[in-house]
């Protein structure tokens, strides 16, 4: 079995930053890509940023300049730095990955979730 385990959602005024953590533990041969989604009230799950296995990002438009996403390949972990953060950020954000758990074998997982919510 594998999991996904997401920290560091929180309250946050306009203007200001949160990071997210997502940590992978399990029976993991090795992770392909990694990245964050995040779903708003009533709006569907939209992709936020990914990280492939060795290099280059990719960010939604909204959220380009704002967010960066990096990962720690040693400790199978992603980090998702949001800055200048706006109300329309607030959402359920959560980890996605492509974990391979033999050489052959390959899940997409996903973790419980976190919370962002952006006001004054």
């Known amino acids: 079995q594998v999991q996904l385990v997401e920290s560091g959602g929180g309250l946050v005024q306009p203007g200001g930053s949160l990071r997210l953590s997502c940590a992978a533990s399990?029976?993991?041969?090795?992770?392909?890509?990694m990245g964050w989604y995040r779903q708003a009230p009533g709006k569907e799950r939209e992709l936020v940023a990914t990280s492939p296995s060795r290099s280059g990002s990719n960010y939604a438009d909204s959220v380009k300049g704002r967010f960066t996403i990096s990962r720690d390949f040693g400790k199978n972990m992603v980090y998702l730095q949001m800055n200048s953060l706006k109300p329309e950020d607030t959402a359920v954000y959560y980890c996605?990955?492509?974990?391979?758990?033999?050489?052959?074998?390959?899940?997409?997982?996903w973790g419980q979730g976190t919370l962002v919510t952006v006001s004054s």
């Open positions: 996605n990955a492509e974990i391979a758990t033999t050489r052959y074998k390959y899940l997409e997982v």
């Open positions: 399990g029976s993991i041969f090795s992770i392909n890509t």
